[in-house]
């Protein structure tokens, strides 16, 4: 099983990036889909949440600011964030919660610089 994220760089404060992350359809079709950051020396934390049915949850810290959605035609979750900041830095993961078992890409690297 694969979840291939892209869409990570550097960007100035401020500044907006689009992660994206696909997978297969038996994965993606009917479960929920995330992604989760982790900072250096930091656990890896949920950023945003969204059901197969659209419902969305937001980590406090981007609330406002990110926005999680999906294209079930594409097998995608995208993740929008803007004016982001430099404690936004982190590697972003993309996870599926499917048939009982965790999934979760390699990461992809969001930095902000000041």
């Known amino acids: 099983v694969q979840l291939v994220e892209s869409g990570g760089g550097l960007v100035q404060a401020g500044g907006s990036l689009r992660l994206s992350c696909e997978t297969s359809r038996i994965i993606f079709s009917g479960n929920p889909m995330g992604w989760y950051r982790q900072a250096p020396g930091k656990q890896r934390d949920l950023v945003a949440r969204i059901t197969s049915g659209g419902v969305t949850n937001y980590a406090d810290s981007v609330k406002g600011r990110f926005t999680i959605s999906r294209d079930n035609a594409k097998n995608t979750v995208y993740l929008q964030m803007n004016s982001l900041k430099p404690e936004d830095t982190a590697v972003y993961f993309c996870?599926?919660?499917?048939?009982?078992?965790?999934?979760w890409g390699t990461g992809t690297l969001v930095t902000v610089s000041l």
């Open positions: 996870h599926a919660a499917a048939y009982g078992m965790n999934y």
